[in-house]
């Protein structure tokens, strides 16, 4: 016997039918003995109504009054699934974020999950209930509704995995596992049948959408294993694990695609210490992740300074940037949103060489200029014209051989 946890995503509980058959998932994994957890997100496409609704109320919805909202797209699901596995006649409990314990910080539509107390989750498992658990959502210090992101029913999911001790926590989606690039965009793409927690974090942070990030950070620290499957078939999907030897052996296992960039350049301001800090410090304090940074120094004590940041947040960046490069002495503020971010990640990269000039030659090959870099241990990531976005990733799919086993 096991314990496990099931998440399943909005396209997986896209109607009435979509929850029956996951029930019937679900209680056959119960039927075998195991202790199971199900995390669930909302109806596909109800979030993005919600969102809708809420801009025709108000030209600025209040971020509290958002997580309130957007919360009750997975209280419809977790009740509904509890009340089609009660009339298949299994006893089953649903429970909201702050009723499952999952506490956060007061980051409202963004919050982190600071701990869970999971007391209640293991008292119902103790009663051999089936847990049903809203996912992307938790509760502040002050009482308040909170939710966590996009994909943050991922990161619920996980969390709960690493709280109650769970020996496997399973993503079901829409897709049958992790592939080598987004197949959609390469005919060639391959799914792997294991990836390490290092590389999926590069992905997840690079554009690859199957995993939340947070939710790969969780299983890391935690060591929960996770197992991405498709909810729509039987197939054994792609173990998300610890690193091993063999995997250093393939030096890319994949190539991502992110079309969510925008660029910013503030031209020739001081080249001086605290500029940097005095650029980046308020987009920090509104909440903005910038990205990439390049620094490009000029004579005469001048520099310039190119970031990016996401397309979402690229219109108070760019107001923040231009109030604070005036307030700097900046002679422009030029920016760009027609770019796209192509990358390599590999664990093998860490003892294998050639891997920069490979992928520059054949972006090169194809006439495709670059215009930023940036590296960590185990990725390179490369700013390109969004236009040759696609046929990037697919060239450079074929110059590290991903089809190949």
């Known amino acids: 016997m096991a314990l496990i946890v099931q998440k399943y995503g909005g396209t997986s509980v896209g109607d009435l039918e979509r929850i029956h058959n996951v029930a019937k998932r679900v209680a056959r994994a119960y039927d075998e003995g195991n202790d199971v957890v199900v995390v ?15 801009h025709q109320a108000s030209s600025k919805p209040c971020k509290r009054e958002m997580d309130v909202l957007l919360s009750t797209g997975e209280q419809t699901t977790v009740s509904l699934m509890s009340m089609t596995l009660q009339e298949m006649g299994y006893k089953a409990e649903s429970l909201l974020g702050f009723q499952a314990e999952i506490q956060t910080d007061n980051g409202a539509g963004k919050a982190r999950i600071m701990r869970i107390g999971a007391s209640r989750i293991k008292r119902l498992l103790d009663e051999k209930k089936i847990v049903v658990v809203a996912g992307f959502q938790g ?49 060639k793409a391959r799914k792997l049948e294991r990836i390490s927690y290092d ?34 078939n039987e197939e054994e999907g792609t173990m998300v694990v610890n690193e091993d030897s063999g995997m250093e052996q393939l030096v890319v296992s994949g190539v991502t695609l ?39 120094t000029r004579s005469g004590g001048e520099t310039d300074l190119t970031f990016t940041v996401t397309k979402t947040d690229y219109q108070e960046a760019i107001e923040i940037t231009r109030r604070v490069a005036e307030e700097l ?37 194809e006439n495709i200029n670059i215009r930023l870099i940036t590296t960590s241990e185990i990725r390179i990531s490369c700013v390109i014209d969004e236009r040759y976005a696609e046929l990037a990733v697919r060239i450079l799919h074929d110059a590290f051989k991903l089809d190949e086993l």
């Open 40 to 54: 669930l997100s909302a109806m596909s496409g109800v979030t993005d109504r919600l969102i809708e609704m809420a």
């Open 139 to 187: 509760m502040d210090c002050d009482g308040n509704i909170t939710t966590l992101g996009r994909g943050g029913s991922d990161t619920s999911a996980v969390a709960i995995a690493a709280a109650v001790g769970a020996d496997a926590c399973e993503i079901y989606t829409d897709v049958d596992g992790i592939y080598t690039t987004d197949p959609r965009i390469c005919d």
């Open 199 to 232: 590389e999926m974090l590069e992905m997840a942070s690079l554009g690859a959408k199957v995993l939340q990030i947070r939710s790969v950070g969780f299983a890391k620290k935690y060591n929960v294993p996770i197992h991405v499957r498709s909810s729509f």
């Open 258 to 296: 992110d079309k969510n960039e925008a660029r910013i350049t503030v031209k020739k301001v001081p080249d001086q210490p605290g500029v940097s800090a005095k650029i980046f410090s308020p987009l920090a304090a509104a909440g903005i992740q910038v990205d990439m940074i390049i620094q490009n």
């Open 329 to 365: 002495g900046g002679k422009e503020v030029l920016v760009a949103d027609d770019i796209a971010k192509v990358s390599v990640i590999g664990v093998g990269m860490k003892n294998h060489s050639g891997v920069a000039s490979r992928m520059f030659q054949a972006l090169a090959d």
